[in-house]
């Protein structure tokens, strides 16, 4: 019955209303503060939204949870889990969604609802977004190091590091690597500015050689999802803009919103942008027309 309450836009829900500068298909509010990471779940059919709430990004006031809402934008549990700070990017393998929450990897059995471990990871500074592969790995960028974190045979350790990663945020395992969110360079951890903007990045999981997707430095890297054609669809927190990568690492400008274009969620082959407005205390979800 959840699953099906959860893919009932799938069959025809869609409707579009004019907004921003692509078209609206729904909008949600109610029940949302400072929301950060939008996951959607293939094998339960639900959305998870992670939302920091009053204490920032940094604060260890134990405020912070996920939400879970059907793909029509509707609210199945506002506090579906409660009792993290800020957590912040999600990501599921075999019936566990994972969740960076400040210095700590979380697991969530998503049958229940109940969180299964915490695990601190050591020296970190920043835990921003997760991705896991198909062997079950879990990597985690600490964004303010610029390292990712792999969790593997149970065990946390450094899988990378170094100014080639461009102070990593976003992250996505696709096609043999690790696709990096490049921030910028030389990161000031006392504002999150930089030197330079980031560039999409991909780290080979065999070799861990770093290449770069886009030629340009194209902003301070977020959100990273597949757009079903060979590119990427990108969120830039700081400058509120959604951007499109074709597949020869050209980006253009699909949203220009103000600050705070979180980490998205890309419904395909419907072609939804879904997307967390952090400051705004808001989701949309956009219709995407990919050229």
Request: aromatic residues 6%; proline residues 5%; charged residues 25%.
């Amino acid at each position: 019955m959840l699953r099906s309450i959860c893919l009932l836009a799938l069959l025809g829900l869609f409707s579009s209303a004019q907004g921003d500068d692509l078209p609206v298909v729904w909008r949600i509010t109610e029940g949302i503060s400072a929301p950060e990471s939008i996951y959607f779940d293939k094998d339960s059919g639900c959305l998870f939204l992670s939302q920091i709430r009053e204490g920032g990004g940094k604060a260890k006031d134990g405020d912070g949870g996920i939400s879970k809402l059907s793909v029509d934008g509707k609210m199945v549990d506002e506090n579906w889990v409660t009792g993290l700070n800020a957590p912040k990017g999600l990501r599921s393998h075999d019936g566990t969604l994972w969740v960076s929450d400040i210095d700590q990897l979380v697991s969530v059995d998503i049958a229940t609802g109940k969180i299964t471990r915490r695990l601190d990871v050591p020296n970190a500074v920043f835990l921003n977004d997760v991705a896991c592969g198909p062997d079950g790995s879990v990597y985690v960028s600490d964004m303010a190091a610029g390292k990712i974190i792999r969790f593997k045979d149970e065990k946390l350790s450094v899988f990378a590091e170094g100014p080639e990663l461009q102070n990593p945020n976003g992250l996505l395992v696709h096609d043999g690597g690790l696709l990096l969110g490049g921030w910028g360079t030389e990161f000031n951890p006392a504002d999150f500015s930089t030197k330079e903007t980031g560039q999409l990045l991909r780290l080979d999981l065999k070799t861990k050689k770093v290449t770069v997707v886009t030629p340009e430095r194209i902003g301070h890297i977020d959100g990273i999802e597949i757009d079903g054609k060979g590119g990427y669809v990108l969120s830039d927190w700081p400058n509120g803009k959604v951007m499109h990568v074709n597949p020869k690492g050209e980006a253009t400008t699909l949203l220009s919103l103000p600050k705070g274009t979180a980490d998205i969620a890309v419904l395909l082959p419907q072609g939804i942008l879904l997307l967390p407005e952090m400051l705004e205390n808001r989701l949309t979800a956009y219709q995407l027309d990919l050229k």
